[in-house]
């Protein structure tokens, strides 16, 4: 009989997780059949799955046991009865997007984000809420306002930042020295220990039964420490290591409650998992803010800024001054580069400061609180620096800026190369008094061990992020731990406290006994040993942890390799190496990618959960609707660095799991506008989706859409026969069993006179050549063959407007729509048929070319086929001509804007007639990850009268062929009910303006109303 296998909790921490994964996979089986037999949740224990629950914002990596997702709260209490039961520790986790591996670890994680989250109550009068765990901070945030509430611990993670990690991690935010941190707005907490009890963690004086023997006991602890307390807490209030022993002898500045009693949920605050698992929360609203202003401070040099923080916090009456938060040099160089954010810094520059502080007061009128500033300036001239504060009322104004150091992290972030800016002292506080001498001396510690940091955030708080730039595959930890040692030195000498913001992790937890001491550090364990005697409770955190520099639990390893690749597009751009002091890289190619970059775009993606988003913008459609890990950003690529670090087994990249990852991906390109760090999954998938063509060929659907272009004149010819499959239910039944097109969708409908048997229109080649007058139209295989009306709208525009049209063709001597269509090879890259689409594009520039020599606009008007020759053309080698191109092409309402901009379009305004309808105007993917939906809007305005509404969605859920796959179906219409639908179906009488013929094809199935592309919009008001 074989030996019984020792359960996790029994293993030391330095045993390595390749071990624990190997000794349990018998309890691991049992564990995933008893979860499946008694609840309801998803039990992921896939290699694939547990891959992607084996990292967070952390430079750390460990494969947990499996993953557990409960579909109701009750079923956390059920996992852990089964956990104790065979002796698997847990891993609580949120949104999993702690810095310091607090969510990484063996056993079982429980991922309370997706269904947990309810809002379970909200008592306005005593401006208390009731939250499960897993609720989002921002969705919180929304149902609250419309009662003049917000939860005010505003982390900048807020999108995706849940209520349980917030509390697991006692999260701060940019307005903590207003409103306190977590640890001050929590009133009480419902959770179960390791041996199942639920308690309610509330007021002690209150508490009774096993709570009250539990603070009983903390007490008595406490007491008999106190003198260990009061010398041993740094006196700061950002300080989150360890447990909160001093809520009974309060050492934070700032009270953990109003009257000074003791409330035992605090016990559990910033604890990490490590004590309880979290099933509801009780949260102290605040009142919303009326109003703001912003005083930005300009400084002459670093030190200075650093210096005034500590007058600076002086001013105002309590609770009116929100916020101080620093902005280097470096981050206003970064940001100045940002197309985005460069007039928002810009307006808030004197010269070339150093640096600047964002001092933002609060109160109920402008009136109120602008004389605040007066004394802001005031204090500033007192200081020896008049004149250097920017006033900012304007409440969008003061938004824009607060957006560009919210960012700030993420602007760092995107640094291509290996070196890459590192999280683990990047939140020690210090008292204000010590901050420029603090910050000075570690500055001297980066430059000491070759690299540098930018400093940002919290000046009010003594708590400044920096990350100094580290390789973590060669020397990385060594001197992570150097530098480590001498922060800490530093923290010591200036009173401060180690960990500051992000807690323990592995990266901290060996600092807890180095900050408290002997005597504290005993207790903490005593207290986590009477908590969580069988240490199932994230164990390895905050008691006995792991070193810091332990590279085996790291994301790249000792031995970490990546699989050579030969891809099939260019990513030599991410191959390249930095140098950590000035930040400038290689030439690209010389990174030493064996996977000629392909690897290195993917390690892009450092986990920061940013893609978990609901917000404006697009990003991720599949995430929203599913909630799914695997159907996100971050969880593809993850699975991409996986499998192309072998993890995940032979012949990864073309595994199963990668293609399931990958299947609801919509290459919407949300990620590469919005994610910080620009992982491009819409071309990861085009190469991946290439790599499995090459070995598994492709389906009759693919090949269909594929050849499209190729075929569509022919079929056109047919057009009557085909479409009667939109007519006929059985033909429609027919064509999803043979194609796999859902019968639940109508096809594009061919037209027979399409736009390319039309006859000649617009000028020859020659004579736009010759025309300083002339614009090249490049009608799309969409618009030209099933909705050639759009194309022939835009010619009727450009022509009205004074433009001597081009229609681009085939022929050299093209000169009109019948001389044989060009295609951008969109359908051919979308299934992977990447020589294929080489070859259409290189046919389509050396049409293009002549035009692009001269600098005529290059005009499109499907907007995944335009933007493809700015994007994935730069991918497929195809040298200069394909950037000279890219250069001259133009959506048509860029170009439009453009030239209204110049002022050449008063022709065309003066022909456009009234509208009195109220318009709605949808954005595709691709206009808003190129920008352009500001042009958009400026073009619609053309009309008078037009007061067009934007929709804030994502994707339309049609994606060019995804919607009409039948496995797609349901997904893409729920993409579509995410905002898209509803908002077009509650305003009945406006015209709905969609660029993408496949939204428009959505809209028309999702809500039977006909959108139409903004050249029929114009084109339709045009005076005779
Ligand atoms: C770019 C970036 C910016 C950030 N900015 C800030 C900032 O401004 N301020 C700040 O404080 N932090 C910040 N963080 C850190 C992190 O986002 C916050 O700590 C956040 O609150 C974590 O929330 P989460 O849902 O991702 O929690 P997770 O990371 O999933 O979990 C956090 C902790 O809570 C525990 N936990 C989760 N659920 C439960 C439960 N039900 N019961 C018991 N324990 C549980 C976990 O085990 C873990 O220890 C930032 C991180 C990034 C990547
Ligand atoms: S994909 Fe981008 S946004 Fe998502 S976690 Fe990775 S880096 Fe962050
Ligand atoms: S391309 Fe779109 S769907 Fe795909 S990962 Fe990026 S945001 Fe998500």
Redesign the pocket.
Known sequence: MNAPSPSLAELTPDQTYEQVARVTQEVAATLAKRLRQHTRGEVLFGLADRGRYAT??SIYQVMPTGVFVPRDIDE?GLALDICRDLKVPI?????????CG??VGTGLV?D??KHVRRLLDIDVEQATAVVE??M?LDHLNTELKPHGLWYP?????SG???L???????????RSIAYG??VHNVLGVQ?WLSDGSLLDWGPYAQSHGQAREIGDYLRQLAHRLAPDIEAQFPKVLRRVAGYNLDIFHNQNPRPYTSDGSVNLAHM?IG????L????QLKLKLSPLPRTKVLGVVNFPSFHQAMDSAQHIVKLGAPGQLMAVELVDRTMIDLSLKNPAFAPTVRSALLGEPQAVLLVEFAGHSKADIEPLLDQLEELMGDLGLPHSVVKMIDDTAQKNLWEVRKAG??IM?SLRGDGKPVSFIEDCAVPLEHLAEYTAALTEVFERHGTRGTWY?HASVGTLHVRPILDMRRDGATKMRAIAEEASALVRRFRGAYSG???D?LCRGEWIHWQYGDAIYKALRDIKAHLDPANLL?PE?IIAPPKMDNTRLMRFPPGYQVIPIQPALDWSAWNVQNDPRTEETSEPGTGGDPAMGLAKAVEMC?????CRKFDAGTMCPSYRVTRDEKHLTRGRANTLRLALSGQLGPDALTSDELIDSLSLCVGCKGCKREC?TGVDMARLKIEVTHQLRQKKGLRLRERLVATLPDYARHAARLSGLLNLRNQIPWLAALTERVLGLSARRSLPNWESHHFFNRGTMGVNAQEALTSNQAVVLFVDTFNGHFESETAADAFKVLSAAGYHVHIAAKTPAGHGANQGHLCCGRTYLSTGLIEEARAKARELLAALKPFAEKGIAIVGLEPSCLLTLRDEYTALGLGEDADLVARQSLMLEEFLARELKAGRLDGLKARLRTINQPILVHGHCHQKAFGLMPDLMDIVKLLPGAAPRLIESSCCGMAGSFGYEQEHHEVSMQMAELSLLPAVRSSPDALVVADGTSCRHQIWDGSQRHAIHVASLLARHLAR
């Open positions: 967070d914002a956390v891993v609580a986790r949120g949104g999993g997007t702690s810095q607090q969510t429980i309370h984000s765990p897993g989002v611990v505003d982390v900048s993670t995706q930042a849940t349980g990690g917030m509390a697991g991690n006692n999260s701060c935010g940019s941190n977590m959770a559990l604890s990490e998992g490590t309880a698992l979290t099933r992290l993420n972030m955030a913001e992000h807690g992790g994230c955190r450092n986990n920061n959960g940013h910080p």
